[in-house]
């Protein structure tokens, strides 16, 4: 159940980050087209573990999937509503490889000093205060939704320390729903 909620949070990520005609593909699209793959995988893996023969793979898409891909998807949550905010600028597909490469040396990093849960709270709690700039500025229904959604994940994350897999499913779909409302908005160029 929660690995086809995984792959359908995925693919809704991918449909967000798809190649416009004629337009170039920017870095946040690039950013979360990585993170959506490994999600994809990691749900598509997740469903077939029954059959599946090497659960050690199905544990390293595990931790890039809850310690790379979605704090990804949340970083580039954070530029966009910085966008909306401040006039900074997009980031280069460069950048956002480089950020990725820096998110497996922190994940790595905390792994050795054996505080890995505070990944999902950071993450938790940028995700939040993205999804409130976003609420501010636009103010309207699917942002303000974002931001509830943001909030009950923050308040069950909260519950369960270390972090579930649904808690990061959770983080999952508020990133979605941040995509859906940065679509929505009415000052997006």
Known sequence: MISGAFLASSLAIFWFARKQAGRPLSGEQAADLCAALLLSLYGALGLLAHWWQHPETLHILQGLSWYAAVPLMVLVSLLRAAQTVTSLTAWDRVVWGRILLALCVVYELARRSEVLEWIPVVTMICGFGASLMVAMA????????????????????????????????????????????????????
Do not use: N
Not at 152 to 178: F, H, K, N, R
């Open 138 to 189: 636009y103010r309207h229904a699917v942002s303000f939704l974002a931001l509830l959604a943001w909030g009950i994940a923050g308040a069950w994350s909260y519950l369960q320390v270390p972090p579930a897999e649904s808690v990061v499913l959770s983080m999952t779909i508020c990133s979605v729903l941040d995509r859906l409302a940065y679509k929505d908005s009415p000052s997006r160029a």
